[in-house]
């Protein structure tokens, strides 16, 4: 794999989140408190109202991405890196590619493999079987 390539094109959190969104939903958004497709784009923040429970959410509540200080574009890189290389990857060799700490190297590490094992999280495992994964370079 060409993790230049990797690393240019999910450089930027908003063409990770379209690329989630595009992966989780398709063409509608799914509120995920309630499943009503009832809801609108916020767009500046990336995030969606619900008009049935009246809630916003953005893509990644719910799964494993929500709720953390890593970037979407790390977390893409791990989990590209984890795909790739599956059990043989170390937390070590994911410090070293993400420049993170050894024990949020080894956190995510932990994460991933759990969500990757469970089913409502299965989409992520497609996240990068699809090759327009490389986008955000420039081009609209
Ligand atoms: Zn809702």
Redesign the pocket.
């Known amino acids: 794999m060409d993790v230049e390539e990797i690393s240019i094109g999910l450089a930027d959190q908003g063409a990770c989140v379209t690329h989630l969104e595009r992966v989780r939903w398709g063409d509608t958004p799914v509120?995920p408190?309630?499943a009503?497709t009832n809801t609108y784009r916020l767009r500046q923040e990336y995030r969606h109202h619900?008009n049935?429970?009246r809630?916003s959410f953005s893509v990644t509540v719910g799964t494993i991405l929500h709720d953390t200080r890593l970037p979407l574009p790390k977390w893409f890189r791990a989990i590209r890196l984890i795909v790739d290389a599956g059990n043989t990857l170390s937390a070590k060799q994911l410090q070293r590619d993400l420049q993170v700490s050894y024990k949020t190297a080894w956190s995510i590490k932990q994460r991933l493999r759990e969500a990757m094992s469970r089913e409502d999280q299965a989409w992520l495992r497609t996240l990068f079987s699809d090759t327009s994964v490389h986008l955000g370079n420039g081009e609209r």
């Open positions: 509120c408190y309630c009503s619900c049935a429970c809630k």
